[in-house]
């Protein structure tokens, strides 16, 4: 059997998405009618739950009635996002000895029940010195698909991953950005109809202080 896989346009994505949502809709005013209720979230989840635990997610989602798959799409179309910061120090025995912190942010891309379906992390250990740099950080990007929609979305790797520090050491910069993609055969025809790429950019300072941006 020849599979066919092609991006689609803004436009093509904002229409299958507006068709979704009506369907959406019409299924609102249908739930009492026999059948499963495609706009329950517990309905939708165990939908998700049963495709992430399938041997070949491809062909159940293809096995899904219209409506079901209407319903999986929409579920796992990102909508919102949300930010986390983690701050570990570490211990300090003396004046002078380095002062070490973990540096952690985190942005998570979110769908419309508030879901978290994928995470970009941004993971720094660093150490200064009498206001300086001391050392190399250990900088760590990593990107993750939360386990609920992990059929429906992948984690396409980072597009780069950078650093540097100052000549005087007195700051360290790294930067990432991470890419992720939404494909499924819709209506026998497998489409990218979701992506998301994030760039986290975090900067650290001799006398203890950071600061972070994303975009």
Not at 44 to 71: C, K, S
Request: with cysteine.
């Amino acid at each position: 059997m020849n599979k066919q896989t092609r991006n689609i346009g803004v436009q093509e994505v904002i229409g299958l998405i507006v068709t979704i949502g009506t369907v959406m809709l019409l299924l609102a005013e249908t739930a009492n009618a026999a059948g499963p209720d495609y706009r329950d979230p517990e309905t939708i989840r165990q939908l998700l739950t049963d495709l992430g635990n399938a041997a070949d997610p491809v062909a159940a989602f293809n096995a899904l009635p219209e409506e079901a798959q209407d319903a999986v799409v929409w579920a796992s179309t990102p909508v919102g996002e949300e930010s986390e910061v983690i701050v570990l120090n570490g211990a300090v025995d003396s004046d002078d000895m380095p002062a070490c912190r973990r540096h952690i942010r985190k942005k998570h891309k979110t769908n419309p029940f508030g879901w978290k379906i994928a995470t970009y992390t941004s993971d720094t250990w660093w150490c200064r010195l009498d206001g300086e740099i001391h050392g190399t950080p250990e900088f760590n990007p990593s990107g993750q698909v939360h386990r609920l929609f992990r059929a429906t979305w992948r984690f396409a790797g980072h597009d780069y991953t950078q650093e540097s520090i100052a000549t005087d050491r007195t700051w360290h910069e790294d930067e990432a950005q991470g890419r992720f993609q939404s494909c499924l055969p819709i209506r026998g025809i497998r489409v990218c109809i979701n992506a998301w790429t994030i760039t986290i950019t975090k900067t650290h300072y001799g006398n203890g202080t950071q600061t972070w941006s994303w975009s």
